[in-house]
């Protein structure tokens, strides 16, 4: 179930945090109380509230300090309402500029009260979608087809959202693994909480722990993405790639329902479910010593494995013809259909690379091609190109001169230049249609030719030119 939203009422007079309290609770909110600044950062440590109640008169140190030193200290944590009975435009001034929400004057409306409190946590919760929105890149998010494999998945998902365990979803990359995980949070009775995404692979070595647990330093808290997904569905993107001490760490976090924060020393109760993915054989993992056991038998409560497109050929047409009409409306491109012979060819497709490969097939299609009908011939030579792309190659060399004997990132510069000359060249030398065919925002295009000594009005490299 969704966690009822936290309260914390800053005031150092018993009687109006008596009052405030009483009324948000009768409302149905978790309250947690603090008479001063020091329990005012003791509060927030031991739970993250959704919004907080400030006082600006108390005994320690004021409230408008306390909030400069949280928005100094990594931004505010969730919105904050300003509370005083000698506010002035200066002191409502001050506190706008450093981010607070709102301000409220004693004594209290009880209306306005529970209005501005209503807002402030919509507000914080689109705040958190936003965010976690802009982690990742838009992609189509719909259960598309009709065939039985996709009918069973769909059973089963209706079956497994009414109950509130752990879920690991299993299936070969590209499968849509995230797509799974995002209709079971959805389909539960969490889904009015967050979603989040841990890309466990894209993590920095080392910071795992301090991304994953949050961070805990004289007095400041960072909230990790665990504490981030309070109350919501936490998304485990390929949970082989966690290091041992993250695995360890989070098999203690889904025993006690609780996270200790790197650098902290008490536990702070969390309330969340766990959906897992992995496209490698994690019982084989474990055999090898390489994942351990008990947190793979915590995740495995419920296992769920995700059909690949060829087990599921008969949806493709379907699927061509939603993510041929998806990318049309998000980017703005002529629509254009599959002809006949053209889905024919693709429901036979051994589609390696699953769902993340039709859809980039499908868009390269709409942005390359011209007519209206996509024919068997555009089919033919984007396949091919694939395939030519996927063949083996000699150990010392990749098309355009990539010395496998570099070092990995100079290597890594070498092919995205290659690449990215490649596709200006395909994109007859526009900035924009190339933005579109690699999926870059056309600022962080521009950066990274800069990078790579690219001069777009030539196609060719600076060093060249």
């Known amino acids: 179930m969704s966690a009822a939203a936290r309260i914390l009422v800053v005031d150092d007079e018993p009687d109006i945090r008596a009052t405030i309290k009483d009324i948000l609770e009768d409302e149905g909110y978790l309250v947690d109380t603090a008479e001063s600044a020091a329990g005012a950062r003791e509060a927030r440590r031991r739970q993250r509230p959704d919004v907080i109640l400030l006082d600006i008169w108390m005994p320690d140190l004021d409230g408008i300090s306390l909030l400069r030193e949280w928005s100094e200290r990594g931004g505010l944590p969730c919105p904050v309402i300003m509370i005083s009975g000698h506010g002035n435009i200066e002191t409502a ?3 706008t500029r450093l981010g607070a929400w709102d301000f409220i004057e004693k004594p209290l409306s009880l209306a306005k009260l529970l209005l501005v409190v209503g807002h402030a946590l919509e507000a914080g919760q689109l705040r958190r979608e936003n965010e976690g929105l802009r982690r990742q890149l838009p992609a189509p998010g719909d259960l598309v087809g009709s065939g039985k494999a996709m009918q069973a998945l769909r059973a089963q998902l209706e079956r497994i959202a009414a109950h509130d365990t752990g879920v690991l979803v299993l ?8 797509t799974i995980a995002r209709a079971l949070h959805e389909r539960s009775a969490r889904r009015a909480g967050p979603f989040v995404t841990v890309a466990a692979g894209a993590i920095a070595q080392g910071s795992a722990a301090r991304a994953l647990f949050g961070v805990e330093d004289a007095g400041t808290v960072q909230h990790g993405l665990i504490e981030q997904a309070n109350g919501g569905t936490l998304f485990l993107d390929e949970v082989a790639d966690l290091d041992g001490e993250s695995q360890l760490r989070l098999s203690s976090v889904l025993e006690r329902r609780a996270l200790i924060r790197c650098g ?25 010593g390489r994942f351990r ?6 995740l495995k409560v419920v296992p769920l494995v995700v059909p690949s497109l060829r087990e599921r050929a008969d949806d493709v047409p379907e699927l061509l013809h939603y993510h ?5 409306n998000r980017d703005q491109l002529p629509y254009r259909k599959f002809a006949l012979a053209a889905q024919n060819r693709l429901r036979n497709h051994g589609w390696p690379g699953n769902l993340r490969e039709l859809r980039n097939l499908v868009q390269r299609l709409l942005v390359l091609g011209g007519g209206s009908d996509i024919s068997l011939d555009e089919v033919e030579a984007a396949l091919g190109t694939e395939v030519a792309a996927a063949s083996p190659v000699e150990p010392t060399a990749v098309g355009s001169g990539i010395d496998f004997a570099l070092p990995l990132r100079e290597a890594r510069e070498q092919f995205e230049r290659a690449y990215l000359l490649h596709q200006l060249a395909q994109a007859g030398g526009s900035v924009g249609k190339l933005a579109k065919a690699v999926g870059m925002e056309r600022t962080h295009l ?11 009005r030539g196609g060719k490299s600076g060093e060249d030119a």
């Not at 902290?264 to 090898?288: C, F, K, T, Y």
């Not at 521009?446 to 777009?456: A, E, F, G, T, V």
């Open 264 to 288: 902290g020393h008490e536990a702070v109760p969390v309330d969340l479910r766990v959906i897992a993915a992995s496209a490698h054989d994690l019982a084989a993992l474990v055999a090898a």
């Open 446 to 456: 521009y950066r990274k030719l800069k990078d790579l000594d690219i001069d777009p």
């Open 93 to 95: 001034v001050e506190a």
């Open 324 to 328: 041929a009409d998806w990318f049309a």
């Open 293 to 298: 056991d008990e947190l793979y038998y915590q």
């Open 171 to 178: 299936g070969e990359a590209g499968t849509g693994k995230e």
